[in-house]
């Protein structure tokens, strides 16, 4: 196809872009090395209009095409930030910030949407304008919610957001994706466990603090075995316990659990909410303690829209040759579902290989599916704003 054949040559460019977001990883919202580099390609290659600081450090360029007879606006998003991981993949050009890491692959989402950006600016094969969102502090910040609380829609009214992530597991280049929910709400909570501290010596004068955390951690594996219908999904996990003591001997007065809560449906989300809160307070009584829950409600479920799916599935297959429309729905958590639940859209899969998982200080992106995602990218744009 076309686009595809474009992007095999311009491959060596944008895989120069990749390395070098890669070697200089930047975090959350401090975004603005790699924001400033895609503002100035953004403009050497011709778009009409590139915004800086939205949301705080996002660009946002406008790609008008050949007619906009159809007064269609359609958005492709990808994020720039990095993650807190020390990069043990020994590339030559790994991370040069320690501690920083693309170990998500976003140095090649965004990599892959600025080749796009350069082809529609190039072609402009479409009756409409294209709007390239780059997106700081996906990792964990709500970037998505920032940009959309900053006037993103008003100042840019779109009709369908589109976006990928790549994913190890699936082979380089094959597309995989679902209608519904593809990725959870992810939330998060802090338990703090209140009791009578003393000596360990005199249990008996005490109210064992450690031993209510720990009764409250067994407790909550019952929150979805047994109240979430099996047919539906939900995770709740413990992850870490801290004390206000070190002491091989003292029971300490106060302990702290942090975990997460994911859920790809919102009635589950807040069941598991309601069964969280009820399990905490009443385990603690038990045993005498005190038990304060304090529930913060992260991304929300990443949800498909029928249509727009279709469509994406139907790019795939033109870029691919084939596409896995029911793929299974991954627990970890994604804020392009803040821009799903403002306007129809799909978040599609893109294969990167046998690799290291995200997150993982190995991780590698695989340039080789470069050519893909900026193809199915591109072609997005052509199919959803075709020139009659």
């Known amino acids: 196809m076309p686009v595809k054949n474009r ?92 501690g920083k890491m693309h170990a998500c692959g976003h140095d090649g989402h965004t990599s892959m949407l600025l080749g796009a950006a350069k082809y529609l600016a190039e072609t402009r094969n479409f009756d409409g304008t294209a709007i390239l969102i780059f997106q ?31 994913m190890p597991g699936i082979p380089v280049g094959q597309f995989a994706i679902r209608e519904g929910g593809i990725m959870a709400a992810a939330d ?10 003393g000596h360990a010596a005199k249990p008996d004068e005490c109210i064992d603090t450690l031993l209510v955390a720990s009764q409250i951690v067994v407790a909550l594996q019952s929150v979805v075995s047994r109240n979430v219908d099996p047919l539906k999904s939900g995770v709740v996990s413990c992850c870490t316990m801290s004390t206000d003591s070190t002491a091989h001997n003292v029971i300490p007065q106060v302990v702290k659990i942090r975990g997460t809560a994911r859920s790809l449906d919102d009635g589950v989300r807040e069941l598991q909410a309601k069964a969280i809160a009820r399990v905490v307070e009443n ?12 529930y913060h ?10 249509e727009p799916v279709r469509h994406a599935a139907e790019v795939a297959r033109a870029v691919a ?3 896995d429309t029911d793929v299974a729905p991954m627990m970890a958590g994604e804020d392009f579902s803040f821009m799903l639940n403002e306007r129809p859209g799909a978040y599609i899969f893109l294969g990167n290989g046998d690799t290291a998982m995200l997150h993982h200080p190995e991780y590698r992106f695989a340039d080789d599916a470069i050519p893909f995602g900026a193809s199915w990218l591109a072609e997005i744009v052509e199919q959803r704003m075709p020139i009659a």
């Open 283 to 294: 385990t603690a009584a038990a045993f005498g303690a005190r038990a304060e829950l304090d």
């Open 136 to 166: 700081p502090a996906e990792e964990g910040g709500a970037g998505a919610r920032t940009m959309l609380e900053d006037g993103l829609l008003e100042r840019w009214p779109v009709q369908e957001f589109y976006g990928l992530h790549n």
């Open 188 to 197: 998060e909570f802090e338990i703090t466990v209140t009791g009578k501290g």
């Open 297 to 306: 409600y992260g991304y929300p479920v990443t949800s498909n829209h029928a």
């Open 7 to 98: 992007f095999a040559e311009l491959l060596p460019e944008i895989t120069a872009w990749r390395h070098d977001f890669h070697a200089h990883p930047e975090l959350d919202y401090d975004v603005h090395r790699t924001a400033g580099r895609v503002a100035e390609l953004l403009r050497e290659f011709g778009a009409d209009e590139v915004t800086e600081g939205v949301g705080r450090s996002g660009v946002v360029a406008v790609i008008r095409g050949r007619n906009d007879a159809s007064g269609r606006m359609i958005a492709l998003r990808a994020d720039m930030d990095a993650l807190p991981i020390h990069e043990a993949t020994g590339l030559e050009f790994a991370s040069t910030a320690p």
């Open 321 to 323: 040759g084939d596409v």
